[in-house]
């Protein structure tokens, strides 16, 4: 029973391009959440997802981010055009219903050079 | 928005000496959760809270939530190396989605 899956671990991209970040929740899940979390920082929320909905973007810078949770395959977090403030750890989350006890994916951590 | 603070932001202990931390919610919670942070991971569910009040215990770890359900905290009795890490409290206020509080990083010396 394989748990949170996310990949990349580790994502180097040049300042400019697009990052695209992968996460695929537990079996029987259908809720998925990403967070950010800055060096010695704490866990920022950014998007809630169901399956084909964003239920709650309020933690989602307004430009540059985007994330989707389709009907087959992964939530995907993009953002584009990246700069060196999105380095960071982004982390996805699935829990079974709303609220409740999270399963953290391992993270991702992003690196803009 | 919603705001969770937790103090305090570090703390040090001898082995064995206990260790508390303490989360404040600026609203009323409908449930409060801890997870635990080792070094370089990722965050691990430990426990719910959802009535006023509640108090629950995993083997050293004693778990409470406030009467007013906007404030809580975690005490380790009898603290272990393998303690050290970042605690986090995370509530909701109805809403789905969980606001994390800014964690405590514990560091045991042995």
């Known amino acids: 029973n394989a748990g949170v899956m996310q990949n990349p671990r580790h994502l180097v991209r040049r300042r400019g391009q697009e990052a695209r970040l992968r996460c695929s929740p537990m079996k029987g899940h259908s809720h998925v959440y990403w967070y950010r979390q800055l060096p010695e920082e704490g866990l920022k929320f950014m998007v809630y997802?169901?399956?084909?909905?964003?239920?709650?973007e309020s933690g989602m810078p307004k430009e540059r981010f985007s994330a989707e949770f389709p009907k087959e395959g992964p939530s995907i977090l993009r953002i584009q055009q990246v700069v060196r403030g999105d380095s960071a750890a982004y982390f996805c989350?699935?829990?079974?219903?709303?609220?409740?006890?999270?399963?953290f994916g391992s993270g991702t951590r992003l690196t803009v050079v | 928005g919603q705001q969770v603070m937790q103090i305090p932001q570090y703390q040090h202990v001898q082995e064995g000496e206990d260790f508390t931390t303490y989360c404040n919610s600026s609203t009323t919670l409908s449930n409060i959760q801890w997870y635990k942070q080792r070094p370089g991971g990722h965050p691990v569910f430990l426990i719910q809270?959802?009535?006023?009040?509640e108090v629950k215990k995993q083997k050293r770890l004693t778990f409470q939530f406030g009467e007013a359900k906007k404030n809580s905290s975690l005490h380790i009795t009898a603290t272990q190396t393998t303690d050290v890490g970042t605690y986090f409290c995370?509530?909701?206020?109805?809403?789905?989605?969980?606001?994390f509080g800014t964690g405590t990083r514990l560091t045991v010396i042995p």
């Open positions: 995370a509530g909701t206020t109805g809403a789905n989605n969980l606001f």
């Open positions: 989350a699935s829990s079974p219903t709303g609220g409740y006890g999270y399963t």
């Open positions: 997802l169901q399956k084909e909905n964003i239920i709650d």
């Open positions: 809270l959802v009535k006023s009040g």
